[in-house]
């Protein structure tokens, strides 16, 4: 049974759909936690050893576990979250958890990068921790940011593929589904292309916008 071109696109739009959704709301807990991570560490502007010693761990151990366990090791709570454990919209929940302390780190290797002198002169104008974050943290690393969320997006793609292998949609389980259990090289060859300019469009636009960004 070959596919047909309307499964493709729906393929398609799943996968864009569980991208689009968990990069939300991973990019909202992984910039959050990076902040956290550096705002919190010692000598910086809002040093909290118990904080930075709770969330460095914690981070750690999730980024440690492949994307394909935490799948099916959440599934108690992605059932509670979502009422199921099947489906594209199923996959989020693992998909955010995966990526967020990701997106966290490399938050943080971009923050880390802000000359001190920058902090401290913001610091002997009076600026508070919560304006320093805003007003000279973020904006002196935005295109960082961008390539790092960028990065992080190319490897929420691949995770989306995994997820097709639980019945997750996408093109992970058109690929499985009619190009492995079936045989199908046409159907793998087809969904490995798809997926190869997905990531080069969105590779390719995040350098951009960081270029632009930087140039300003």
């Known amino acids: 049974m070959e596919v047909s071109s309307a499964q493709v696109v729906q393929a398609i739009y799943e996968t864009l759909y569980m991208v689009g959704v968990s990069l939300v709301f991973a990019t909202l807990i992984g910039l959050s936690l990076g902040i956290l991570l550096v705002v919190t560490r010692k000598g910086h502007i809002l040093e909290n050893q118990a904080v930075f010693s709770t969330l460095n761990p914690i ?3 999730l980024r440690s576990v492949p994307f394909i366990i ?9 059932r509670l979250i979502v009422g199921t ?5 199923a996959a989020i929940v693992p998909l955010v958890i995966y990526t967020g302390p990701y997106i966290a780190r490399l938050v943080e290797n971009s923050l880390l990068e802000v000359n001190a002198g920058i902090i401290e002169a913001a610091e002997a104008m009076g600026a508070t921790p919560v304006q320093i974050i805003f007003r000279f943290l973020i904006p002196e690393t935005l295109g960082s940011l ?8 190319i490897g929420l793609i691949g995770a989306t593929a995994m997820a097709g292998a ?3 949609g996408g093109i992970g389980d058109l690929a499985i589904t009619y190009g492995y259990q079936r045989f199908s090289t046409i159907t793998i060859v087809a969904t490995v292309v798809i997926l190869v300019i997905m990531v ?11 270029r632009r960004i930087r140039r300003k």
């Open 59 to 61: 981070i750690n151990v």
């Open 70 to 78: 935490l799948l099916v090791a959440i599934i108690p709570f992605t």
């Open 85 to 89: 454990s099947i489906g594209t919209t």
């Open 146 to 153: 961008i390539l790092s969320i960028t990065t992080a997006t």
């Open 166 to 168: 639980v019945g997750g």
């Open 200 to 210: 080069q469009s969105l590779q390719s636009f995040g350098n951009v916008l960081a």
